[in-house]
């Protein structure tokens, strides 16, 4: 089992950068695929990047591609999210999430998730 916490969410203008964090617990960090999700008021919860074990793959949705950038460090236990040319619409809350198996889109297919760091983007 892994618990997750993110943080580095704040205000920011357009056009700004923000870099999240996310800390996991215990000692397979490495074992586990690790994604970022983001979920608006009275929308579902849509997929924003990817990252496989070691760090050697990755994928975006399209509406970041370019802006977004997902990293991790496995020695530190944490997957990091660098936001580049911020945009209103990319205000929400960003979650971070975990899964043994699958590097996927799908939100349900993650096991675990942290507790969300909110973004909000002003024009």
């Known amino acids: 089992q892994v618990q997750l916490v993110e943080s580095g969410g704040g205000l920011v203008q357009a056009g700004g950068s923000l870099r999240l964090s996310c800390a996991a617990s215990g000692r397979t960090f490495s074992s586990y695929v690790m994604a970022w999700f983001r979920q608006a008021p009275g929308k579902e919860r849509e997929f924003v990047a990817g990252i496989n074990r070691s760090g050697s793959s990755t994928n975006y949705a399209d509406s970041v591609k370019g802006r977004f950038t997902i990293s991790r460090d496995n020695a530190k236990n944490t997957v990091y999210l660098q936001m580049n040319s911020l945009k209103p619409e990319d205000t929400c809350v960003y979650y971070c999430?975990?899964?043994?198996?699958?590097?996927?889109?799908?939100?349900?297919?993650?096991?675990?998730w942290g507790q969300g760091t909110q973004v909000t983007v002003s024009s």
């Open positions: 999430a975990a899964d043994r198996v699958h590097l996927t889109t799908i939100a349900y297919s993650y096991d675990y």
